[in-house]
């Protein structure tokens, strides 16, 4: 018999991105809508623990279904879940600075610049960080006893072969869940690097020049490759 694979219906990242980052953090990324998914799945476990009973009185068909629970939730969390919101918040940065000159100096009644990454988008990135964080612990829930967990649920079903299967793809998926999460972020972080540093650029050099030549003080001396300087990311991070 095929194995059931629940629908895949991810996230629209389109429409996230849309939205903006305000309406993200109100909307998927509200606390209650990261806990729905939670809440929901740990029903699901206690559901198959009264269902297919515990430990070895469950034995291979109740690890089975236990695990399946696990890869399901893994899949939706993920893909369909936080990847999307993820990869949204890094394709809404802007990488490039403006055409124009910036008019400096700045105000300083005004607010500071956000150099290009709204501070919405690393509020974002913290609480995707947290929903992981709170997933596993729900979830997974390593060497908690007395959790009705998936860990615990699978470690005491005994040692067949089914249940040792069930018990090594639960901890495949924990592990492909967290890489491509943590690539994501990565790759996130990495970007507004980029756009942090090309703001900064932005400022220093093209506002020092168009101060320059309206006749104002320059911002700094050009040393080190003046204008064309340019500094990457993962430079900035060496």
């Known amino acids: 018999m095929q194995e059931y694979s629940a629908p895949l219906v991810p996230l629209d ?20 809508v990261l806990r729905q998914p939670l809440i929901d799945a740990t029903d699901s476990l206690a559901r198959a623990s ?17 695990a399946t629970i696990y890869k399901q939730m893994c899949t939706f969390y993920g893909q369909a879940f936080l990847y999307p919101i993820i990869e949204a918040l890094q394709e809404m940065l802007k990488t490039s600075a403006p055409n124009s000159a910036p008019q400096l100096p700045f105000d300083e009644e005004q607010p500071a610049h956000d150099l ?31 959790s009705n967990r998936v860990w615990e649920l699978l470690a005491t079903s005994g040692d067949s072969t089914g249940v040792n299967n069930a018990i090594a793809m639960a901890r495949e ?11 994501r972020g990565e790759d996130a972080i990495f970007r507004a ?19 320059s030549s309206g006749g104002g ?15 990457s990311s993962k430079s900035m991070l060496l």
């Open 173 to 183: 998926c924990r592990v492909e869940f967290f890489t491509e999460l943590e690539n």
């Open 13 to 32: 990242k389109e429409a996230l991105k849309r939205s903006g980052f305000t309406e993200i953090l109100s909307g998927p990324l509200k606390q209650s």
């Open 116 to 146: 290009g990454v709204d501070s919405a988008m690393w509020v974002g990135l913290e609480r995707i960080h947290s929903a992981a964080k709170s997933f596993d612990r729900e979830m997974w829930a390593e060497n908690k006893k007395e």
């Open 50 to 66: 009264l269902m297919f009973g515990k430990g070895r009185e469950g034995g291979e068909g109740a690890a089975r279904v236990v």
């Open 193 to 211: 690097l980029d756009t942090l540093s090309a703001h900064i650029q932005w400022i220093l050099v093209t506002g020092s020049e168009a101060m």
């Open 217 to 231: 003080a320059r911002l700094f001396g050009m040393a080190g490759g003046g204008a064309s300087a340019s500094v």
